[in-house]
């Protein structure tokens, strides 16, 4: 009888330690594909947050292969990304500071040519749009239609305490499920077979 798996110790390294070791690993960048197409570390591949179960056998053979570096803007979805992993058995290391850190301390991010992306703003800047869109959209239907339209700003202010408190985003997630930010199939399929190449 085989015993289940336990979880895994998280592995954060700092921008100079992930720098220092670049060519021992396999970088996984789990933000969108235009928020990778924005500046993305040195051989990145893109597999957004909400498709690394399905990229599961392709990233744990990486992981036996050699180490795993996940990376995103800050670290927190590429956190969240480690702790399911490693949950499943599969050693990975995050990035302290995603993107954000590793181009603040003066390292490359490479950008594919303009021909072949699209521009999509950051997920913090969507969230940030979307969250003072629907503010401002409460409180303006508060006060001329009718008051109960305020608990549209409330409910915002209270999602963000929460996101906050719980390091999660929910408004994220659903934006991340719009169309604009997610991969089209071929391009999740080609960097699964960029994956399982290496």
Known sequence: MT????????????????????????????????????GHLPQALNIPLDQIRRALPEIRDAADRGSVLLVCA??????????????????????AGGTNAWAADG??????????????????????????????????????VHPAFQLLSAGIAGGLVFSALTNTC????ALGKLPHNRPRAADLDATLAALRAR
Do not use: K
């Open 107 to 144: 390292h490359e991010l490479r950008r594919p040519a303009a021909r072949d992306t699209r521009t999509v703003w950051s997920m913090e800047r969507q969230v940030r749009f979307t969250a003072g869109t629907v503010v401002l959209l409460g409180l303006l239907l508060g006060l001329l």
């Open 3 to 38: 015993s289940p798996l336990t979880p895994l110790s998280p592995v954060v390294l700092d921008t100079a330690q992930a720098h220092a070791r670049l060519h021992e690993f396999t970088v996984i960048d789990v933000r969108t594909p235009g928020e990778h197409a924005s």
């Open 170 to 173: 929910g408004m994220a997630v």
């Open 74 to 95: 800050s670290g927190a979805r590429s956190e969240s990304a480690c702790a399911l992993l490693a949950e499943e058995g599969v050693q990975a290391a995050t990035l």
